[in-house]
């Protein structure tokens, strides 16, 4: 037997000794002998189940982690020629401070566990539990290098580094949601100081009230899966606020009520955006199922990668008939944003569906965008990417949809959520904008936006040659 035969023989034992776990020559005998009981009588192992709910925030973390990149591709195809570069440093920027400031002070505002700094106990039928407002200062804490599972306090659950790995990425994805709404005019200082307080302080905050055990998981029954509200629309009302503090693009909007187009640098990259991006979408929904270790946690991530596609489906097909029936022609911008608001449109609620009505979920996503993008450019309203359109109205959709799916929600307890969020998030993103535009500025000046971000604010442009 040659050395290649022999190696590709012996590869499926090692891998399962790599699976087994660490130090196999003092530990070969336990572990083998807990997977066969587990097998003969029909559960999983302990340690398996950690194992793989682990293996899914692993993977479905560097999946959304991808979106970053879909994100940069999409805002660097939809601005014009002269601020790509600018785009491109935003996005791997943001990404960059979301970690560390996720790190210092977002994660345990997040996930306070007991230790709400705001909050109070109340009874339920299964014991006291508290009801949280506002988490815990303090920097994430992952276990300690070398803990054995059994060492776990949840063997069932996994790792809690996979688990901050996992929400960060939820928490960057929402930064760059703001990003190519103020596209092409905004400083660079200013909107990376932004991203700060967001990814520090308002996302974080919000978030424990849903996912972290807050007053609208526990009080109203708040029900959004993979966050439409909680995510997108968060996004999306801070993208709302800078964008109507920081005003239009010169030129974008005329005297006589019309508005001028500005097309973008290339169609091309803003369409592998958007793959990315519903790519990456897998995981973000997918990885919400937060579980991997049975055989009915694999059926539903099952279901939620395919729902997750149909929505994205039906929001790409209503835009392309769409624009076709109203415009005459088929607009490729509204077809990628169609596709993307079908995907927030599921995002709340992707398990319970079926696949025709996934479908349907996301096709009245993708018919918002359609009529959403002329409506704010009426209003004067410029967004560059049409992030607005996308993250905040497909997402205030896609929460109210869950009622119709889910029958544990409660449209009072949709809607109520959908107020309390967006009034929260306004109120907070509109303080910090005002206070960067009457301290530090936060729009270039209209000479600056005439040469391009990429000469003024960066100093390198992305496509030189021309």
């Known amino acids: 037997m040659n050395?290649?035969?022999?190696?590709?023989?012996?590869?499926?034992?090692?891998?399962?000794?790599?699976?087994?776990?660490?130090?196999?020559?003092?530990?070969?005998?336990?572990?083998?002998?807990?997977?066969?009981?587990?097998?003969?009588?029909?559960?999983?192992?302990?340690?398996?189940?950690?194992?793989?709910?682990?293996?899914?925030?692993?993977?479905?973390?560097?999946?959304?982690?991808?979106?970053?990149?879909?994100?940069?591709?999409?805002?660097?195809?939809?601005?014009?020629?002269?601020?790509?570069?600018?785009?491109?440093?935003?996005?791997?920027?943001?990404?960059?401070?979301?970690?560390?400031?996720?790190?210092?002070?977002?994660?345990?505002?997040?996930?306070?566990?007991?230790?709400?700094?705001?909050?109070?106990?109340?009874?339920g039928e299964d014991g006291p539990y508290i009801v949280g407002y506002l988490g815990a200062i303090g920097t994430a804490v992952l276990e300690a290098v070398g803990v054995a599972p059994e060492a776990a306090d949840d063997l069932s659950y996994a790792t809690t580094g996979s688990d901050f790995f996992f929400q960060l990425m939820f928490c960057a994805t929402t930064a760059s949601i703001v990003s190519g709404t103020l596209a092409e005019r905004i400083k660079l200082w200013p909107f990376l100081i932004f991203i700060v307080v967001l990814t520090g302080l308002i996302y974080p905050v919000q978030a424990a009230w849903k996912w972290g055990g807050g007053f609208l998981d526990t009080q109203l029954g708040f029900l959004d899966f993979a966050g439409?509200?909680?995510?997108?629309?968060?996004?999306?009302?801070?993208?709302?606020?800078?964008?109507?503090?920081?005003?239009?693009?010169?030129?974008?909007?005329?005297?006589?009520?019309?508005?001028?187009?500005?097309?973008?640098?290339?169609?091309p990259l803003a369409t592998l955006g958007t793959f990315i991006l519903w790519l990456g979408w897998f995981g973000f929904n997918g990885g919400s199922q937060l579980a991997l270790g049975s055989v009915g946690d694999a059926a539903d991530v099952s279901r939620i990668f395919a729902?997750?596609?149909?929505?994205?489906?039906?929001?790409?097909?209503?835009a392309l008939l769409l624009t076709q029936l109203i415009y005459k022609k088929v607009d490729l911008t509204m077809v990628l944003n169609g596709a993307l608001a079908g995907l927030v449109s599921i995002t709340a609620e992707p398990l319970t569906p079926g696949l025709g009505m996934a479908a349907l979920i996301g096709g009245v996503g993708g018919v918002i965008v359609v009529f959403a993008v002329p409506m704010l450019d009426r209003l004067k309203i410029d967004d560059v990417v049409g992030a607005i359109p996308v993250h905040l109205f497909a997402g205030i959709w896609g929460t109210l949809a869950v009622v119709i799916t889910n029958p544990d929600a409660s449209l009072f307890g949709q809607v109520a959520s959908i107020v309390i969020v967006g009034v929260f998030v306004t109120v907070t993103s509109g303080i910090v904008w005002l206070a960067l535009k009457a301290t530090m500025g936060i729009r270039v000046s209209e000479e600056e936006e005439r040469l391009g971000l990429d000469k003024t604010e960066v100093g390198l442009e992305a496509y030189p040659e021309f």
């Open 3 to 123: 050395a290649k035969a022999l190696a590709l023989k012996t590869l499926p034992a090692l891998a399962i000794i790599a699976f087994t776990g660490s130090g196999f020559a003092q530990e070969a005998v336990e572990p083998a002998t807990a997977v066969a009981e587990a097998a003969s009588s029909g559960a999983p192992a302990e340690q398996t189940v950690f194992i793989l709910n682990t293996l899914l925030f692993l993977i479905s973390g560097f999946l959304v982690m991808w979106m970053a990149a879909g994100f940069a591709m999409l805002e660097a195809g939809l601005v014009r020629r002269k601020n790509v570069a600018m785009q491109l440093l935003k996005n791997i920027s943001l990404f960059a401070i979301a970690g560390l400031a996720y790190y210092l002070i977002g994660y345990k505002l997040m996930y306070p566990g007991d230790s709400w700094m705001i909050g109070y106990e109340a009874q």
């Open 228 to 267: 439409s509200t909680v995510v997108h629309s968060v996004g999306g009302w801070a993208a709302l606020v800078g964008a109507i503090i920081l005003g239009a693009r010169t030129g974008r909007y005329n005297k006589d009520g019309t508005s001028t187009a500005m097309p973008g640098s290339s169609m």
């Open 307 to 318: 729902n997750t596609n149909m929505g994205a489906a039906g929001g790409a097909v209503a």
